[in-house]
């Protein structure tokens, strides 16, 4: 095959170098660089891991006459064959998640109790393609409807790849003194019960298919919230349970990470902004509590979710943050003096 310039025109005898698809030692695509005379080794050395990386990445490249590197574009992450389950897929991240595995041509199963939200999605989706969603309404607290949803797919697909718990619900802010016992066994149930469950009934397919499963926890999982203690200890649990499953689970090839978002814009988000005083100044706080100034998006987290699965091969036991640098820096936190005092934080 004769490689081409940028403008498509065949590399003459006067160029000085022609790429070519190659394996590297590590499995994947390289390319490999053949020299002619008047290049160093520094030289060649770099371009070709330099190469290797890139077109690992899936960046593909033309060569010219002038030893110049054409960068032609970079490949969408595919999960094509590849079957997912995505619990609270009818709205926010879950929905993110459901819209970018389809677009990567993945099959996505996912659920909610939220039954003319998962049509809606459902339809629109399967338009759309070119991956295939599948919707089936499941209240993920009730184990009987959780596995019915998991064996479900597994019966229409054959097996299953990825299992997204997104599943869960951020409560009103409060004090403690403000929480009943019932309110915090509810969400326990809704937060991190459900998910030990679905992962219990996912595991067996999993191990078949060397798959992986992303758990969504939440950045004041780490870093705390203010009134919302029964909330955050869901989340920092969420993020416990992902390590120690992590290690059980490598010994089957399963990957277990989580992901801890910050503020993503969503339907709750919009729900808290509308229920607030001032609406406009509660969603300019929103947007300035990240050092980027924005929210996130729930594409962005289901962008996330899709590289852990499809292209983070060596990564298990990670919470990954998704946050706009929402945690980093000093702020003026002091809370002298505001006893009982509802405020973000």
């Known amino acids: 095959m004769v490689p081409v310039t940028g ?3 065949p590399v003459n005898k006067a160029g000085k170098l022609f790429l070519k698809l190659g394996l590297t030692a590590f499995g ?25 990386w890139e077109m690992w990445r899936g960046v593909s490249y033309h060569a ?9 574009e970079e490949k969408p992450m595919r999960y094509q064959d590849k079957v997912a389950i995505v619990t609270g897929g009818s709205r926010g991240i879950g929905e993110g998640c459901v819209r970018v595995f389809t677009g990567a041509s993945a099959k996505v199963a996912f659920c909610s109790p939220n039954e003319p ?9 399967n338009a759309r393609g070119p991956g295939e969603a599948y919707f089936v309404r499941c209240d993920v607290t009730q184990t009987d409807e959780l596995h019915r949803f998991v064996a479900q797919t597994v019966e229409r697909y054959g097996q299953l790849d990825c299992l997204i718990n997104n599943a869960g619900w951020h409560p009103p802010h409060k004090p403690i003194d403000q929480f009943s016992l019932g309110e915090f066994r509810a969400l326990l149930e809704l937060n991190l019960v459900s998910m030990f469950a679905a992962c219990k009934l996912a595991l067996p397919y999993l191990r078949q298919t060397q798959g992986s499963i992303i758990n969504i926890a939440s950045l004041v ?8 203690t029964t909330y955050v200890a869901t989340k920092g649990a969420v993020v416990a349970f992902s390590k120690a499953l ?13 992901v801890s978002p910050g503020n993503i814009y969503t339907p709750l988000w919009q729900e808290a902004i509308e229920a607030s005083d001032n609406p406009q100044q509660t969603r300019a706080d929103g947007e300035a509590a990240q050092l980027l ?3 996130g998006t729930i594409e962005e987290a289901g962008k996330l979710c899709l590289f852990i699965a499809a292209e983070a091969t060596f990564t298990t036991g990670v919470d990954h943050f998704l946050s706009g640098g929402a945690e980093l820096g000093y702020g003026r936190k002091t809370r002298q003096g505001q006893a009982g005092r509802v405020a973000w934080g």
């Open 221 to 228: 999982g780490a870093m705390g919230q203010l009134y919302a």
């Open 28 to 52: 994947g695509p390289a390319a490999h660089i053949a020299m002619f005379r008047g290049e160093g080794v520094k030289r060649r050395k770099r371009l070709d891991a330099r190469l290797q």
């Open 246 to 258: 992590a290690i059980d689970e490598a010994a089957y090839g399963v990957r277990v990470n989580s």
């Open 7 to 9: 403008s498509g025109r």
């Open 293 to 295: 100034g924005r929210m």
């Open 64 to 72: 010219d006459t002038g030893n110049h590197l054409i960068h032609l």
């Open 117 to 125: 939200e998962g049509r809606r999605l459902e339809a629109e989706l």
